[in-house]
C-alpha cells in the first residue's frame, strides 16, 4: 500500500452506517479523497477541519447499501492513486473457521453473562 509522505487516515469509528477517521499531516490544501468499492466510485465523502488540531481533518464516509454483501468486501480511500485506509465488511452468513465471527459471538455472549452475573449480584444482595 503507496503511502503519501507525512499523511495518515486513521478509523475512529463506525456508527449508523458513516465511517468516521481522522487525517492527519496535512500541510495546505487537503487532498481530494475518494472512495472505491469493486471499481465504483462511492459518493459522499466529507472531509472538515478539527477545531482545534492544525493539520487534522475529520473524514466521513457513508458506506451505500450496495457495497454490502455475503463474504468480506473492501473500500479503499484513495488520494489520487494513494491508498490512505481501507474498509472491510463482513456480512452474512458466519463463517465457522472464521476467527473474527467468533471472537465476536464470544464477546456477545459474554455481554449477556456479565449482565446475568450483575442483576443476580443485585438480587441477592441484603
Not at 459522499?44 to 492544525?54: D, S, T
Not at 473457521?97 to 452475573?117: C, I, N
Request: glycine share 12%; proline share 5%.
Amino acid at each position: 500500500m503507496a503511502e503519501k509522505p507525512g499523511i495518515s487516515l486513521v478509523r475512529t469509528r463506525i456508527a449508523g452506517g458513516i465511517w468516521e477517521g481522522v487525517l492527519s499531516g496535512v500541510k495546505g490544501e487537503v487532498p481530494g479523497i475518494e472512495a472505491r468499492y469493486a471499481g465504483r466510485v462511492i459518493d459522499g465523502i466529507e472531509v472538515a477541519p478539527l477545531p482545534g488540531k492544525a493539520g487534522q481533518h475529520l473524514v466521513r464516509m457513508p458506506i451505500p447499501a450496495w457495497t454490502l454483501n455475503d463474504g468480506e468486501q473492501t473500500i479503499l480511500l484513495q488520494a489520487g492513486e494513494t491508498v490512505l485506509a481501507q474498509v472491510v465488511v463482513i456480512a452474512g452468513e458466519r463463517a465457522d473457521d472464521d476467527l473474527r465471527a467468533e471472537v465476536t459471538l464470544l464477546r456477545a455472549e459474554l455481554d449477556v453473562l456479565k449482565q446475568a452475573f450483575r442483576r443476580h449480584c443485585v438480587e441477592t444482595k441484603g
